[in-house]
């Protein structure tokens, strides 16, 4: 099984930035594929970046040249920078964890809000 608990959300201004963390723990495999999605209230889990454990990445165009996506494979953590937020990127945002074994596990989320 995987744990995974997000950390570094907060209130934060537009214009702003703020870094996500995702820390995994339990069985890590070494091929595998981490994700972030955010969620308001009433819409659909949104996908916003992902990262392989080749580096591949890839965002949603709403966030291409605003966030990026990173790994630090010795601390199984992924992360999520973002900058130059606006309020319509408040969200709840969550990460993903996803190998071939044993299937995804979601974190719990962490709140950002961006006040205008």
């Avoid at 972030?36 to 009433?42: A, E, K, N, V």
């Avoid at 591949?56 to 953590?77: L, P």
């Amino acid at each position: 099984q995987v744990q995974l608990v997000e950390s570094g959300g907060g209130l934060v201004q537009a214009g702003g930035s703020l870094r996500l963390s995702c820390a995994a723990s339990g069985i890590i495999r070494s091929i595998n594929i981490m994700r972030w999605y955010r969620q308001t209230p009433g819409k659909q889990r949104e996908l916003v970046a992902t990262i392989t454990s080749g580096d591949s990445t890839n965002y949603a165009d709403s966030v291409k040249g605003r966030f990026t996506i990173s790994r630090d494979n010795g601390k199984d953590t992924v992360y999520l920078l973002m900058n130059s937020l606006k309020p319509e990127d408040t969200a709840v945002y969550y990460c993903k964890y996803w190998d071939p074994r044993v299937g995804e596990y979601w974190g719990k989320g962490t709140l950002v809000t961006v006040s205008s």
